[in-house]
């Protein structure tokens, strides 16, 4: 893309700064920018005439979330922006990225130095706001630094670990830096389009010591995180354990890795889990991590694997190795390349399969224990029927896209993916980040049926953005788990009164409310479903309905889910 040089090559480039930030998004294969008005106004002009789409959200926090979901759907950088006083808002949105490793550029504009320190209207300092959600944070003051900072920024963005990355433009709406004057030619570097950038391959001598500990380990288990995703080493996990008989649990970001129903697949570990997964990893004598941030969550506050377990780590970024777990035999490198040199460096033996059998019997009896509640008939309808259903009528090439809290732990552990084209996303931790982060990922991915499931809670954060949604045709399917309440705050609550006496009920119930309604009335086809016979049917309408879509189901708020396993 860009301006070519002529045949001698020495033709004068000289573009505003409008046109070049515009030409190098294109260039970089950005499809949509997320924003609210008003920045970079020349710049969207110049959007239009290349093809950019440009969202205009309904907050700048949604802005950075469905830049977000785009990136984690497409592999690709997601591009948001806000104006001055929007910038606050916009950091608060790259939490979840920075936490979920997904690579956003966010762009801001700034007054010049002249405003500084002076009162400005409407201006705080942006660069210590995005400090902690960023790995590259810049101000650009001159159009000459554009070429330099744009293409650093998708360096970054899509190198080792992805993150956010963040801009400060010169001008409240970057309207300075946008007049400014660009003597370079647009350049692309293809490998910093997508993430990962570039697969580093481990050294050979930790991949022999890592077969060696594998092949003598009785009880291994392998841990995969958000990183075999980013990495699409999915094949190579299952295939790693398939070759050995090693039972695979995963984070939620990890879910998707190995389907479901495969027999050494053990669910979801840590505190958002099943127990059979616990238990697994808690037995285990060897535990390999595999682009895993071995966090308090995936590890239920490091009790799993208990301590002195010997642990491999596989992770694009040396910090990592042997941060929570030392002594840690560690893979530097892509996770797909890493564990293909492990394929390669194992003699030929096999499992002998009793490990495997013995996690396969725990999976066996956490399912049934949840086959009631999976097919329970009550009303208000349950969770875990919801999320059967859910299951039952879920697309081959859908990504579910969940909220954090409860809704992560109820399709985290009891939506069964069952095609391997299914991708699940997950909120790294922030309530409300679902539906924008949907609406992001399906304008990344218009051909692939796009669902997100949310408690009432988290929908109302973004609710706004239906109206976004209807407007612009991003036709997402939101299934509204609506118990009129915040469920998994109750039992803390309950935990706070004891005994007391008191309204405890004010702090987590809500008015009841009929989101189909206001879908409706935002222009989105929705639909109310009250008895657990319904939902599916109601799912099926909304994925036909080729509109943004509202499922609302209304649960039962006293739903509690159980307490994470621990090693006793
Ligand atoms: C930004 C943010 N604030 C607060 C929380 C804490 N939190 C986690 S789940 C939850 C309740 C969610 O309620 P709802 O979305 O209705 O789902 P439910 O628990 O009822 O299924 C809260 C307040 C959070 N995770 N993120």
Request: proline share 6%.
């Amino acid at each position: 893309m860009g301006s070519t040089p002529g045949k001698t090559g020495r033709q004068h480039h000289r573009h505003l700064g409008a046109r070049f930030i515009a030409e190098t998004l294109r260039g970089y294969g950005v499809t949509h920018v997320f924003y609210i008005d008003a920045i970079l106004r020349r710049t969207l002009v110049e959007m239009e005439a290349l093809g950019i789409r440009r969202i205009v959200t309904h907050s700048e926090k949604a802005a950075a979330y469905m830049a977000d979901g785009y990136a984690r759907a497409s592999h690709r950088p997601g591009v948001c922006m806000a104006q001055s006083v929007g910038a606050a808002n916009l950091a608060a949105g790259l939490q979840d990225a920075y936490l979920g490793l997904s690579p956003v550029i966010a762009l801001t504009g700034r007054k010049p130095p002249l405003f500084q320190h002076r009162n400005a209207y409407q201006e705080i300092e942006h660069g210590p706001l995005f400090e902690p959600v960023t790995k590259y944070n810049v101000d650009v003051v001159i159009g000459e630094q554009l070429p330099y900072y744009l293409r650093q920024a998708f360096r970054e963005a899509t190198s080792g670990a992805p993150r956010p990355v963040h801009l400060d433009l010169l001008g409240a709406r970057g309207e300075i830096l946008e007049e400014q004057a660009v003597n370079a030619e647009t350049v692309v570097e293809q490998a910093y389009t997508r993430y990962p950038s570039a697969r580093p391959i481990p050294e050979p001598e930790q991949v022999q010591r890592a077969a060696q500990a594998l092949e003598r380990a009785e009880r291994p288990v392998i841990v995969a995180g958000g990183g075999v995703r980013a990495s699409s080493a999915a094949a190579e996990v299952v295939e790693l354990a398939e070759r050995l008989s090693i039972p695979v649990a995963t984070s939620p970001n990890g879910k998707g890795t190995i389907l479901d129903e495969h027999p050494l697949s053990v669910g979801l570990v840590g505190s958002y889990s099943r127990w059979c997964a616990n238990r697994t990893v808690a037995e285990a004598d060897l535990v390999l991590f595999v682009g895993s941030h071995t966090g308090d969550q995936v590890t239920h506050d490091w009790t799993l694997p208990k301590a002195g377990t010997q642990v491999i780590q596989i992770d694009v970024d040396p910090s990592e190795l042997g941060k929570n777990y030392p002594n840690a035999i560690g893979l530097l490198g892509d996770a797909k390349v890493a564990l293909r040199a492990l394929l390669g460096a194992l003699d030929s033996k096999t499992g002998d399969g009793r490990w495997s059998r013995q996690a396969q019997q725990w999976v066996r009896e956490w399912e049934s224990e949840m086959d009631s509640l999976r097919h329970s008939g009550a009303v208000p309808v349950r969770p875990e029927r919801l999320c059967q259903e859910l299951t039952d009528v879920l697309p081959a090439s859908a990504i579910l896209v969940s909220d954090t809290g409860y809704s992560a732990i109820w399709t985290g552990t009891l939506v069964r993916l069952t095609h391997l084209g299914q991708t699940y996303l997950r909120a790294a931790g922030s309530l409300g980040w679902a539906f924008p982060a949907a609406l992001g990922a399906k304008c990344a991915a218009p051909e692939r049926p796009v669902v997100c499931f949310t408690g009432d809670g988290g929908f109302l954060y973004h609710l706004s953005e239906l109206e976004t949604a209807s407007r612009y045709g991003i036709n997402t399917v939101t299934i509204v788990n609506n118990n009129s309440g915040l469920g998994q705050a109750i039992p803390g609550i309950n935990r706070a009164y004891g005994d007391r006496p008191g309204d405890r009920e004010a702090l987590y119930h809500f008015r009841q409310v009929n989101y189909a309604n206001i879908a409706q009335e935002m222009g989105c086809f929705g639909i109310r479903v009250e008895h657990p016979l319904a939902i599916a049917g109601a799912i099926r309408q909304a994925l036909a309905s080729e509109r943004a879509a509202v499922v609302d189901v209304v649960t039962d708020l006293s739903c509690e889910a159980p307490t994470p396993w621990t090693p006793s």
